[in-house]
DNA sequence: CAAATTCCTGCACAAAAACGCAAAAACCAG
DNA sequence: CTGGTTTTTGCGTTTTTGTGCAGGAATTTG
C-alpha cells in the first residue's frame, strides 16, 4: 500500500468517524505504529487533522476551531453570500451543499424571497427554518458526523430525483487542471449527485482556496457554471477560470 | 475513549445543562474520580467552565435563571429521560419523535451506549450527532416549521420501511378513554407510522399531560407497551392505565 | 463539632510518542 | 543495468503522557 493512499484511507476514516486509534488504525493496515504515527503528523501538519494521543480527531470535532479564523473570512464570505443570493428568484427551487460560506447565505437570505430550498446539511437546514416564506426540504439518510450532512445511498437517489433550478456548491478546493476537489469521499458523491440534479451550478469559495488541490475529485470546471468569491471579478487571481469559460462573479 | 473526547462531551454536558457532578459523571464515563477532577481542572484552567465543590458549572449559570416552572419541570424531564434510557441497550434501533422530554432524554445518553437513532426531528438529530458512539439517521421530506420535524409522504413511507427495537414517542396528551392524541395532522401521522415500525413503543410524559385529551387522535392505550412519567409506578394517577394494561414505569 | 465527601499530592504503572539508527525500497542520473 | 542517493519503514530505547491508587488535608453538611 502507497504512503499517499495510506493516508488517503486515515483522512476517509477520520471524516467518517470522527476519531481514530492508531491502534486500531495500525492493525487494520497491517504497518507499525510509528508509520501510523507519522503519518497523522503529516497530516496534523498539514491541517487535515487533530492530532491526540493515542490516536487523531476530526477538525469539526470541536466547533472552536471555527471562530479562530473567525471574523476576517465571516466578511468575504457575507460579500459571496449577497452575490449568490441575486441569483434566486422567487419560486425557484434551490439545492445546496453544506459549509461555512452556505451558511452564511443562508442566514442572509431576504425574508421576503419565496423560494424551496433542499439540503441534507443539518445547519443549512437550521438556518432556512427560521425564515418566513421558505419552504424547507430535507434529504434524509445517515448523518456524517463531522460534516453534520446526511450522506449514503439514499441521499443520493432522493437528489436524483430533484430537477432544481440552480445548485450552489460550498466549495473546499478549486485548480484549473483538477477542478472542484475535495477530502471526504461520501461528500462528493453528494455534490456529484447535486450537479447531476441541477440546471445551473454555482461555486461559492473565498479566494484562500483557488487554485488549491484535494484528494477526491468532485467534478471539472467545465461542469459548472459560475464561480462567486469575494474577490472582483477582473481579479488576475480568476483569470484562468474565466478563459476556461466558467462564469465569475 | 480519547482524553479530549471525553473533555469535549464533559463540556457539552456542561454547557446543556448549566452544572455537572463529578460522581455522575465517572461513573457514565467509566473513569476514576481522579480523571474527571484533572479533566475539570484543565477544562477551568482554559476557561470553559467554572470549577466547583463536587463538580462544575457552565459561565453562563451566573445570570440566574430560577425563572418559573422552567427548572421544576426541566427536573420531571431529567428523571424522565433516566427511566427511558434504561431501557435502551447497545446495538438497538431506535426510533424517537420530537418535543422537548424526547430532547432531554437525547441530552441525558451515556456516552458508551452504542446504538442507532431514526428520527425526523431537527433539534433531537442534533443532540444525537454530539454523542460519539451513535449512529444518526435522518428521516428526510418538507420540514414543518412549527414542530422542527419533517412530514409528509415521503417521511411516512421512510419510516415504514424500518423495524426498531423500541420507539419513544414524546406525547401531548394521553387519557384512559382517548389513549394519545396530539393538535398537529401531520405529526400524528408520523407518529402512527413509527408505531407501526416498532416492536415495542414507549410514552414520554410529564404527569401534568395525564387525563387530557387533543383534537386528533394518535393510537389507543391498547397499541403501547409503556408509560413513563416522573412520578412513582404506584402512584394513584397512573392506576387506570395499569389496569389497562399499560406497564409504568 | 463531627461525619462524610471531596480535593490535593505524590507515586506507580502502562500506554503512547519521540528519537536515533539501520535495513529496505524507490528513485534517478549516467 | 548500475551505483549512489533519497525516501520510507521498522525496531530498540528513552521520554512523555494518561490513569488509577493511597494517604492526608480541606470542604461541606447535619
Not at 42 to 59: N, P, R, W, Y
Request: with cysteine.
Amino acid at each position: 500500500m502507497l504512503k499517499k493512499e495510506r493516508q488517503a484511507y486515515i483522512l476517509h476514516q477520520v471524516n467518517l468517524h470522527n476519531k481514530v486509534l492508531s491502534s486500531s488504525l495500525c492493525s487494520e493496515i497491517n504497518v507499525s505504529e510509528d508509520t501510523i504515527r507519522r503519518d497523522l503528523q503529516e497530516l496534523a501538519d498539514e491541517g487535515k487533522i487533530i492530532k491526540v494521543h493515542g490516536g487523531a480527531l476530526s477538525h469539526s470535532f470541536n466547533q472552536v476551531h471555527f471562530s479562530t479564523n473567525g471574523v476576517y473570512s465571516q466578511n468575504q464570505k457575507r460579500t459571496i453570500a449577497q452575490k449568490a443570493i441575486g441569483l434566486i428568484g422567487n419560486g425557484m427551487f434551490v439545492l445546496t451543499s453544506g459549509g461555512t460560506t452556505i451558511l452564511e447565505m443562508a442566514r442572509s437570505l431576504p425574508p421576503q424571497l419565496k423560494a424551496t430550498f433542499i439540503s441534507g446539511s443539518i445547519p443549512a437546514i437550521l438556518e432556512y427554518m427560521h425564515h418566513p416564506n421558505i419552504e424547507v426540504i430535507m434529504i434524509g439518510d445517515r448523518i456524517s458526523k463531522n460534516s453534520k450532512i446526511t450522506v449514503g445511498s439514499e441521499a443520493i437517489a432522493k437528489i436524483k430525483q430533484v430537477k432544481a433550478d440552480i445548485c450552489f456548491l460550498g466549495t473546499n478546493a478549486i485548480d484549473t487542471e483538477q477542478g472542484i476537489t475535495d477530502n471526504d469521499w461520501e461528500v462528493v458523491q453528494l455534490k456529484k449527485a447535486m450537479i447531476e440534479s441541477s440546471k445551473k451550478v454555482v461555486c461559492l469559495t473565498i479566494s484562500e482556496k483557488i487554485n488549491s488541490v484535494q484528494p477526491i475529485k468532485v467534478c471539472g470546471l467545465n461542469e459548472i457554471d459560475m464561480l462567486i468569491t469575494e474577490l472582483s471579478p477582473d481579479d488576475p487571481l480568476l483569470k484562468p477560470y474565466i478563459n476556461a469559460g466558467v462564469k465569475v462573479a
